[in-house]
């Protein structure tokens, strides 16, 4: 009891210290919170099966991000999880094999590659963005006819693509 109260005070003296002092060093207007340190445990990793057990595993060192800025085959990624079971990483061997699936499918170049929605072709779309043939096809006809996509928004109005396929993707979609 008495710690939580002593912890209580401990706050509040810091807490209005705090503001205290940046109320004299800086009559500017407060600048909004950096957006990073909110987003300290969000990540970039796409949605995919065994998504969950990367984060927990692959994330108690280093940000789960680095995968996302290190794309590798299968390969890579097979060497690269040895390393990390070396370094100290630890799973089952079935959560192992579970996030060796994930990254091989979610996060090799060619899946985590840009996909410029105004340049690129019905197969390109097909195979990195996981549009059905007739999908990607409509895509494009769209395009044709209507000109240039500004945004995702533009691209929702492609009528037959399921908008939740462009959602998911969307990190890496540039106009
Ligand atoms: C016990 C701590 C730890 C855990 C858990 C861990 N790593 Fe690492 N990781 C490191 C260290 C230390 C480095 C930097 C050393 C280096 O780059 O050689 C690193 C670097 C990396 C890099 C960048 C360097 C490279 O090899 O390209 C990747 C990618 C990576 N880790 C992937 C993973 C994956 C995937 C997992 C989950 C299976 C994981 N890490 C879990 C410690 C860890």
């Known amino acids: 009891m008495k710690m939580v109260l002593w912890g209580v005070i401990a706050c509040v003296a810091s807490t209005s210290y705090g503001v ?18 909110n987003q300290q445990h969000s990540t970039e990793l796409p949605p995919g099966a ?29 060497d690269t999880i040895t390393k990390m079971a070396g370094l100290g990483a630890m799973a089952t061997d079935d959560e192992f094999t579970e996030i060796l699936e994930y990254l091989a499918k979610n ?24 549009l059905s043939v007739k ?9 044709t006819k209507n000109g240039d996509f500004k945004s995702l928004e533009d691209v929702k109005k492609v009528p037959d693509v399921d908008a939740k396929k ?3 993707k969307k990190d890496r979609l540039t106009f």
């Open 50 to 78: 065994g998504r969950d057990t990367v984060m927990r595993v692959c994330s108690k060192c280093h940000s789960p991000n680095i995968l996302v800025a290190n794309p590798r085959d299968r390969q890579g990624w097979e």
């Open 20 to 37: 205290k002092a940046f109320a004299q060093q800086s009559p500017q207007p407060t600048q909004p919170p950096p957006k990073e340190q």
């Open 107 to 130: 996060v090799t170049p060619q899946a985590t590659a840009k996909v410029n929605m105004n340049k690129a072709t019905a197969a390109e779309m097909e195979s990195s963005l996981e």
């Open 166 to 168: 462009l959602d998911a």
């Open 135 to 143: 999908e990607a096809e409509a895509v494009v006809s769209y395009r």
